[in-house]
């Protein structure tokens, strides 16, 4: 069975940095296409990064390039968000999702397993 634990939330303020984590079992990591989403209260789920099997490829959301940046260590099943100049509107809870793909995955259909999310809340 895959699981997906995120990890790495919390209370900042803005201009603050967050990497997120997040944990694969059950299957390996380099095995599956990994994408970051977020869900603010009363919005639909939001596409921020997608990072292929290999980690050669990766793809953003205009609201996510320059400031996030997706990785992975295949090695440790991991793969991270980090998060740079927070804002107000990146609160949110963050959601890390695993493919049955070897490619960029940029819609939330494509993805076929969830973590359970992690709170981000940045405020002064």
């Known amino acids: 069975q895959v699981q997906l634990v995120e990890s790495g939330g919390g209370l900042v303020q803005p201009g603050d940095s967050l990497r997120l984590s997040c944990v694969v079992s059950?299957?390996?990591?380099?095995?599956?296409?990994m994408g970051w989403f977020r869900q603010a209260p009363g919005k639909d789920h939001e596409f921020l990064a997608s990072?292929?099997?290999?980690?050669?490829?990766?793809s953003y959301s205009n609201s996510a390039k320059g400031r996030f940046t997706i990785s992975r260590e295949n090695p440790k099943n991991t793969v991270y968000l980090q998060m740079n100049s927070l804002k107000p509107s990146d609160t949110a809870i963050y959601y890390c999702?695993?493919?049955?793909?070897?490619?960029?995955?940029?819609?939330?259909?494509?993805?076929?397993?969830w973590g359970q999310g992690t709170q981000v809340t940045v405020s002064s």
């Open positions: 999702a695993a493919a049955d793909s070897q490619v960029v995955a940029i819609e939330s259909s494509e993805y076929h397993y």
């Open positions: 059950g299957r390996s990591a380099s095995a599956s296409t």
């Open positions: 990072i292929s099997g290999s980690g050669l490829s990766e």
